[in-house]
């Protein structure tokens, strides 16, 4: 049932799994830099999101 994919409950046996998933595949060496792009690319669509808002605030004004 492709349909309740979204009540799907993600506990800590399934979240262990997939952290060691993602360390097999990037490596331990990699994981910092794939740490720091996330983040990157987190402040960079909230800054996005804010900017859209002032500008949709501004035509509103």
Same mark, same amino acid.
């Given at each position: 049932?492709?349909?309740?994919? &979204? ?5 800590a ?5 997939? +952290?060691?998933v993602? +360390?097999?595949?990037f490596g &331990?060496?990699?994981l ?8 990157q690319? *987190?402040?960079?669509?909230?800054? &996005? +999101?804010?900017d859209?808002?002032?500008?949709? *605030?501004?035509?509103d004004?």
């Amino acid at each position: 049932m492709a349909g309740n994919l &979204g009540h799907m409950n993600l506990g800590a046996p399934e979240l262990l799994i997939v +952290l060691v998933v993602i +360390l097999v595949l990037f490596g &331990g060496a990699k994981l910092p830099k794939l740490a720091r792009s996330l983040g990157q690319a *987190q402040k960079e669509f909230k800054d &996005g +999101l804010s900017d859209g808002l002032d500008d949709e *605030q501004k035509t509103d004004a």
